[in-house]
């Protein structure tokens, strides 16, 4: 042998291999009967974050992965193990997180003879991944590895499978010559914005608005969409994946566009003469609902084709959006700052206008919440803001009360996980999970359903030992909210469609590292909240399980008349 081979026992060595030379740490899942994987993670010192669900495992790699910007690994099964991850291989390409999902597979000489738990996984997977790929022959292992790896990262980011068949999983990997690496990163300086009709329209706009979604996650380093807004004299916003990469406390933050704006905030919008969309998909929630979508021009820059919409006029630029808004902003520094100035003061009046009206209907919120029983969805959000860190990140189901997150001020100081448009239930409470491996120095709080809890319950419980930390606030209503008020919506009969059942919280986690609370008391939130914070940052798990009213919900989603009245 050589002294550039190397020889692996089996094919998940030489895997594993691969992911430690490319500074994997992590591994989320639930192999198969075969645990080669876990004797392999072992010798190399990687940890495997046990999982119940296969599903859930998908979400906490999804979650690390959006946190972290890195490669996020999930260990599969086959058969049965791919079809139920399925919905998490769904979530994690909308919202484009590199997670490699590596599965077993039946062994070439037993396809189509019946094996166990046979299956064509690449047909069902391709269409949910960036790259789906069966390994054929230990040859190709680590060619197919590196590749797979290549692919997640993107750009544009994004899921991968990989198939381990059982024959080539248990063959000897002999690679010879140097180790395959992953393509060099080319940092390039962005160079100036040559004229053309997305500069024109951005030079000429007077009422503009700059909407942030998603792909800005980890691309906005130094402020550099806050300084080319305050430049541009922009209101800005974001989706609701798009929370978390903009300083909220920035004097022309307005909060989440779309279906969870508050009325000033729509206001605005359908005042404005330009929307600028960075890294953004112009998702549904994004542009209808209650805000309906002004006929203005809207210049959309995004590295991602599939992520330009083809809907709306106006310029549309294939490319980083980081490089973009530091092209235009040296543009506009060029431009007469008097001019700009003078035409955008009153632009300017009207985002201070309609953020100081939102704050005034926060606080008249608050005052009417405190004139009701039980402890509101306000007044929560309220406390945990309250008593929050400075380095929180704040993940997030999409239920029809746990939206209140995404419009009420909470303020994300480490940023916000929620779910895609496909919004699959259990999401953010099993997400949670992964993004504390991925921030372990950050508070991580999920506010979540009671629904989406019981989804993820036996992952919580089994996590809780050795990965805990995470404050879970559950919203109980007995069920699914959305769903009731949409019963509700259509008049029919609450008790043939019992979609809610109000009344005692589910069943606790129990254990020694699990800190459950019952929450009712109004004089008691803060000092509750602050004992479960405390318990969290010693390595524990809390969870306060909140009663909530059927009633209470965002009014921005009254606003809009998804919801009753």
Aim: with cysteine; net charge negative.
């Amino acid at each position: 042998m050589t002294r550039e081979s190397k020889r692996y026992a089996d094919a998940w060595s030489a895997v594993v291999g691969l992911l430690v030379a490319n500074e994997v740490d992590t591994c989320f899942g639930l192999p198969g009967d075969d645990l080669e994987l876990l004797r392999a993670l072992d010798a190399a010192g990687l940890d495997l974050v046990p999982c119940r669900d296969q599903r859930n495992a998908m979400y906490m790699a999804t979650g690390y992965a959006l946190q972290s910007g890195r490669l996020a690994v999930c260990a599969l099964g086959k058969g049965p193990a791919v079809t139920h991850a399925a919905t998490g291989l769904l979530e994690a390409r909308e919202s484009g997180a590199p997670v490699l999902v590596l599965a077993a597979g039946v062994a070439e000489r037993r396809r189509g003879s019946g094996g166990f738990q046979e299956l064509d996984q690449v047909a069902v997977t391709a269409p949910l991944v960036r790259w789906a790929h069966r390994v054929g022959h230990p040859d190709r292992v680590v060619p197919a590895t590196v590749t797979a790896l290549t692919r997640a990262m993107g750009p544009p980011p994004g899921p991968v499978y990989l198939e381990i068949p059982d024959d080539v999983r248990t063959a000897e990997v002999l690679v010879t010559g140097p180790q395959p690496t992953l393509p060099e990163t080319l940092v390039v300086e962005p160079a100036p914005v040559l004229p053309g009709p997305a500069l024109a329209a951005i030079r000429t706009s007077r009422r503009p608005v700059v909407l942030v979604g998603g792909g800005m996650r980890h691309r906005n380093n130094d402020g550099v969409v806050e300084r080319f807004a305050g430049r541009l004299g922009a209101a800005l916003f974001t989706t609701a994946s798009g929370r978390g990469a903009v300083d909220e406390r920035h004097p022309l933050f307005c909060g989440v566009a779309g279906l969870y704006a508050a009325a000033p905030a729509r206001e605005l919008w359908s005042s404005c003469d330009l929307v600028v969309s960075l890294a953004g998909r112009l998702e549904e929630t994004a542009v209808e609902g209650g805000t309906p979508w002004p006929p203005v021009p809207v210049v959309q820059v995004n590295v991602d084709p599939g992520g330009l919409s083809a809907e709306f006029p106006g310029p549309r630029v294939l490319g980083d959006a980081r490089h973009a808004v530091l092209g235009w902003t040296r543009a506009l520094d060029q431009d007469g700052e008097a001019e700009r100035t003078a035409a955008t003061g009153e632009w300017a009046d009207k985002v201070a206008a309609a953020r100081k009206a939102m704050s005034l209907e926060a606080e008249a919120e608050l005052a009417r919440a405190a004139t009701l029983p039980g402890i509101r969805i306000a007044e929560l959000l309220a406390a945990l803001d309250a008593t929050a860190g400075e380095s929180h990140v704040l993940v997030q189901e999409n239920g029809l009360q746990d939206m209140w997150s995404y419009g009420f001020p909470f303020h994300v100081g480490g940023g916000s996980i929620v779910p895609s448009e496909q919004t699959p239930l259990g999401f953010g409470a099993a997400a949670a999970i992964g993004v504390k491996r991925a921030a372990p120095d950050h508070e991580v709080t999920a506010f979540i359903g009671d629904g989406a809890f019981l989804a993820a319950r036996a992952d919580i419980a089994v996590t809780a030992p050795a990965h805990g930390g995470v404050l879970y606030v559950v919203l109980c209503n007995g069920g699914y909210g959305w769903l009731d008020a949409q019963r509700a919506r259509l008049g029919l009969d609450a008790e043939r469609h019992p979609f809610t059942r109000p009344g005692a919280p589910p069943p606790a986690v129990d254990g020694p590292d699990i800190h459950c609370r019952v929450l009712r008391d109004k004089a008691a939130l803060t000092e509750e909240i602050r004992a479960a914070r405390r318990f969290c940052s010693q390595g524990g798990t809390a969870v306060l399980m909140v009663p909530v009213a059927p009633d209470d919900i965002l009014p921005a989603l009254r606003d809009a008349g998804v919801v009753p009245q």
